[in-house]
DNA sequence: CTGAAAGCGCTAACAT
DNA sequence: ATGTTAGCGCTTTCAG
């Protein structure tokens, strides 16, 4: 009895296991593992059945380790109860998926904030890269992030990292001049806190303002939540209706969502005393009984775009840094209507 | 000049480094980095803020490698589109954050039908024990992989495995109650294809209905999206008032979700014309304008739970399985009323 | 308190 | 086509 029964045993079954089994090299094994050249074809179904047989498992961080060269992809996410970050990563998934790269993935613990830790377990993991689906830190030291890993930024332009956005001055100048085509004068745009690299919807607003001379009105919540939006907006639709605004415009679905609450709490219907814009196009905000109108930043693309930089930036770790713009498009629902 | 400047270099920085650095050994190094005792704090203070300064990193995957026995904990999700997913995954992170194990996470490329693939990534990673949220192949399978790897089921009740889930059974009696307590008589279950281990639901609700004297009726979807499920509750409540039920309980609030918008393309209003009733407490169930009465299995808790579960399998691989069982609440909304 | 030495499972030259 | 050998970065006895 050549070979004692591994099975019950706790220590997992390794190359040399399958290799002693047969009788060969370890090093046949580990070529044959991974289908590199310089094994005969009836060697390679042998080791294969061989290695099934004794329930062998590939042990990638020893692999890894061995290789000497980074081989994961990281992703970074910093919410995932907003789908906007679930169709990030299915887009990445569906790219690293046919590029068979591993995927190691590293959610914020609290969302919505510069966490100065949110990458760590992805440096840990020795990727190669890190997609980061969203850095709220100053451009300077996602700079500085990218000197010790490569980046790819979504959702955010940062001069001089991989970058992978929606032209988001373009999608603000959409949902105003939306409004603004709908009769509205008084609008609002309600915004989370201010973050740089996240300012451009409320640049496209207020410059579409500007330029119908029209006075902007930009409200800051406290945070991205529905609930912090809900406490500002509560406020802000408290005044009677010529001082109230007709519109608003908020930074996101989520935002629109509290807007949404304050406006049933105060007895405001939508559209009749309110038209609200949102943005993403998160799937709650096409449910009948929501019906929002919003900005679609093709999120899913965004996340294929994001995976195929990263694939690239592996390859060609000195090519220039790019910045891949997707045009957002307006999508029309029935929280928005004429004035009057 | 001893340490030329390894800043530029794109070799990662090493224990190594930091000790030839600090002309100590290795050993000492690697104790101090991982808060072993025998270092003198002194030491200790001097090679952190040394590590600190030229940039090292951990390297996990060789420290796993060393440490001979597996130390992460793996996470399966099958969607990370359905928040009650994402509530579970924020469960197992906060329990895990706090006994600092690695989380290790895959996800279903294709959601919502048993992956033979899924823990695939999992296994390769070397995880310790699996967290699985949720598995849809049968017991015996479930059973075989966690022969490999031990698992702690979410969702779902696998005899010798570790399981943490809500009670299922009651929580469809609790759904089927309240809509006969309002009067309902004609009430039909919608629920996605049948796989093992998922079907209390449906007893909770075929049992209470023949309790009452009537008859069950239940329908399933091809699937578990929204669509799967407007397209056959677009075909029951086709027919006239007297012959469609007056209400519907459905597995989930994503299939109710689908049932909405069957009932508005058919000019049918929730709850004027059908009382629904879904399954989860997402957040959506909650919001103004969906306003739906749902079960709440506390996916939070679930979460919490599993991951008090993984690591306690972690400490004692021969323990018994545990079967841990949450009780759901309803929660009443607008989307169920008294019959008539 | 500190250091030397062995080895985790795998890959990748470099033989043969 | 197959085998030999030397590590990858880290942990962990076991001696000083």
Redesign the pocket.
């Known amino acids: 009895m050549r070979t004692p029964d591994t099975e019950t045993s706790k220590?997992?079954?390794?190359?040399?296991?399958?290799?002693r089994h047969l009788?060969?090299?370890?090093?046949?094994?580990?070529?044959a593992?991974?289908g590199?050249?310089?094994?005969?074809?009836?060697?390679?179904r042998q080791i294969l059945s061989a290695a099934d047989a004794l329930g062998?498992?590939?042990?990638?961080?020893?692999?890894?380790?061995?290789?000497?060269?980074p081989t994961a992809v990281g992703l970074h996410l910093v919410d995932l109860h907003n789908d906007v970050y679930a169709d990030i990563f299915s887009g990445v998934q569906e790219v690293l998926r046919s590029n068979d790269s591993r995927l190691v993935i590293s959610v914020n613990a609290t969302p919505y904030g510069p966490d100065p830790r949110a990458l760590d377990p992805l440096f840990e993991a020795q990727v190669g890269v890190i997609i980061a689906a969203t850095l709220l830190d100053p451009g300077e030291r996602v700079r500085e992030l990218n000197r010790r890993v490569p980046l790819v930024n979504v959702t955010r332009s940062v001069p001089g990292v991989d970058s992978i956005h929606s032209d988001d001055i373009s999608g603000g100048r959409l949902a105003t001049g939306h409004l603004l085509d709908l009769g509205h004068r008084n609008i609002a745009h309600l915004c989370g806190p201010a973050f740089e690299g996240h300012l451009e919807r409320r640049t496209g607003y207020r410059e579409t303002m500007l330029e119908h001379g029209l006075q902007p009105l930009i409200i800051e919540a406290a945070g991205f939540s529905r609930e912090d939006a809900a406490a500002v907006a509560l406020k802000l639709l408290a005044s009677p209706p010529g001082q109230r605004p007709s519109a608003i415009f908020a930074h996101s679905d989520e935002l629109a969502l509290g807007v949404r609450e304050a406006a049933a709490s105060l007895g405001l219907s939508i559209p009749g005393d309110l038209s609200l814009v949102g943005y993403d196009n998160s799937r709650v905000a096409g449910l009948h009984g929501i019906d929002l109108t919003t900005v679609d930043l093709h999120a899913r693309e965004l996340g294929r775009a994001a995976g195929q930089a990263a694939v690239e930036r592996m390859l060609y770790p000195a090519s220039p840094a790019v910045d891949r713009i997707l045009a957002p498009t307006l999508v029309t629902r029935a929280s928005t209507a004429p004035l009057h």
């Open positions: 220590r997992a079954v390794t190359q040399s296991d399958v290799a009788g060969v090299s370890r090093t046949l094994v580990s070529f593992m991974r590199a050249p310089g094994v005969s074809e009836d060697m390679r062998y498992r590939r042990n990638i961080q020893a692999a890894d380790l061995a290789r000497k060269r």
